[in-house]
Structure formats: structure tokens, C-alpha cells
């Protein structure tokens, strides 16, 4: 009775016959093939694979100039095919790098499209303090309004001025020029009342000692 071999042992017995080799020699001869031809195969499918784009990075910064602070409000995030921009003592800066902070839903998002010098200063997130006005402010505000100034500069490219503003005219200092002039009025100020209080009293004590020598003669 004729036994039927499978496919396997009928290519170990052709390839034993052709070769002459022995069984355990042709086993090992049949993996080595399978391994090449497995690996030659891989090789050519990782090839034929198609490559991902790559990740498109965050744009480059536009120099956008000298703007209104209405062309500013543009740039506010609610735009994703505009940059986020923000104003701090009249210069510009774009923050889009920074969009988890600044743009829509995320914790300054109040300070985007606008001049919010005053709300740096304060700290404040309240949307009536994004605004560039500093009347009033403490010299800790104007500190931290520097230190907020320092820390933009550093993060982020600075892209235009605000139209009016000291920095749009060259004026860097202006806000600190401005609060250094008031404080010396008033200090020019309580020297005059603190003289006039001097003389003042000068003369009262003049006219008590008249009349304390008037009061002797008689």
C-alpha cells in the first residue's frame, strides 16, 4: 500500500535527493531559506509602505507693524488661520506658541487681540483691566508689569507696535517717565506744604512770644 506524504516531507526528500544531504542538515538548510526569503520580504513591504507627512511646525512670525488697537482685536485666537496677538506697553507680541495659555478657553485668553498693560500690572483677569492705561498704578503694579514685559520678550517675537502708544513713537519708557514725573511733583508738592507749614508755625510762635512780652511790660 503506497503512503501519501505531505508537502513538506515531499520537499525534504527532494531536496535531500537533489543535495545528498542528510535529513537534519536538509531541515537546517530548508530554515535557513525560509529566514531569507522572510526577511527579503519584510524588507521590500516596510519599502512599499508610504512615509507620513511630516508635522507641519507653528508658523513663522509676520511682522504685522504699526497697528490700531481695533486691527488688534482681530487677533484675538477666535481665528485659527490668524496669529495670536497681545499687546504690553505698546508693543506687540505674537503668542501662538503659547495658544494653551492664551487663546480661546485657556487662562490669559482675556489678554488676546488686546493692549492689557493694566491687567498685566494687576494681575487681573478681569476683562475691564485689558486695557494700556496705567493711571493710579502702585510701583509693586509697575514691577510686575516689568516683570510680565521681561518674560513676553523672552518667549515670544515681538511683531509691531500699537498706534499711539510710547512704543509706536520710539518711547520705550514712557509709562515709567510718566510715573517718575508725577511722583516728583509730588514730592515737590508735600516739600512746598511741608515749608509753608514751617513758616506757619514760625509765625504763630512769633506772634505768642509779642505777646508774651507785651504782657510783661504791663
Known sequence: ???????????????????GLAPS?????????????YAVFSYVQHRAAPVPPPVPGPPEPIKIGEITL????????????????????GKIYDVTRGKHFYGPGGPYEVFAGKEASRAFAKMSTDP???????????YSE?????????????KYDVVGTVQGSEAS????GGADGAGGAEEGREGKEDVATGAAGVEGEGAQAGEEGAGVVKGSES
Do not use: C, H, N
Open 1 to 19: 500500500m503506497s503512503t501519501t506524504l505531505s508537502p513538506l516531507q515531499s520537499l525534504l526528500a527532494y531536496v535531500q535527493e537533489a543535495t
Open 25 to 37: 542538515t536538509t531541515v537546517s538548510l530548508l530554515v535557513l531559506i525560509a529566514s531569507i526569503i
Open 70 to 89: 481695533e486691527d488688534l482685536s482681530q487677533y484675538s485666537g477666535s481665528d485659527p488661520e490668524k496669529p495670536i496677538l497681545l499687546a504690553i506697553r
Open 128 to 138: 475691564k483691566d485689558a486695557v494700556a492705561d496705567l493711571t493710579g498704578l502702585t
Open 142 to 154: 509697575m514691577e510686575t508689569l516689568r516683570d510680565w514685559e521681561s518674560s513676553l520678550q523672552f
Open 169 to 172: 513713537v520710539g518711547g520705550a
